[in-house]
């Protein structure tokens, strides 16, 4: 039997107050500052009413405007410590796993905030 992999939230992350950004190979998007303390994170908004960091990979950048050469959706989940999740993919590349909460919110939380909860 499949059991859900479920870790526990170490340390609060808050979620960008923006309609996450969905790209999709060719999106273009405006670019924005560097993330305070990720480097390689950007913020990135297209120009109507999303906006989110991305990792500087997913995007070719030429001066504050960027074209997504892979697929990324920004959606941060806001947790708590002693919080649980539910893990369903974990990105080493970009440092965060993709997670859902307790109300099926659906969202990256960065990895040094996950502690893997051991197998009954």
């Known amino acids: 039997m499949l059991k859900a992999i479920t870790a526990t939230v170490l340390g609060d992350q808050e979620a960008p107050d923006a309609i996450p950004l969905t790209l999709h190979p060719g999106d273009e998007v405006a670019l924005g500052r560097p993330h305070p303390d990720r480097?390689?994170?950007v913020w990135a908004e297209d120009g109507q009413i999303s906006a989110g960091w991305v990792p500087l990979d997913v995007?070719?950048?030429i001066g504050d405007r960027g074209r997504a050469?892979?697929?990324?959706?920004?959606?941060?989940?806001t947790v708590a410590a002693g919080?649980?999740?539910r893990v369903m993919w974990k990105d080493p590349a970009h440092g965060a796993w993709?997670?859902?909460?307790?109300?099926s919110e659906r969202g990256w939380v960065r990895a040094?905030?996950?502690?893997?909860d051991e197998p009954d």
């Not at 050469?69 to 941060?76: K, Q, R």
């Not at 993709?98 to 109300?103: F, G, I, N, Q, Y």
């Not at 040094?112 to 893997?116: F, H, I, N, R, T």
């Open 83 to 85: 919080d649980q999740v």
């Open 59 to 61: 995007i070719d950048a």
């Open 98 to 103: 993709w997670c859902e909460d307790r109300a």
């Open 69 to 77: 050469t892979a697929e990324y959706c920004s959606a941060e989940l």
């Open 39 to 41: 480097p390689g994170y």
């Open 112 to 116: 040094e905030l996950l502690q893997p």
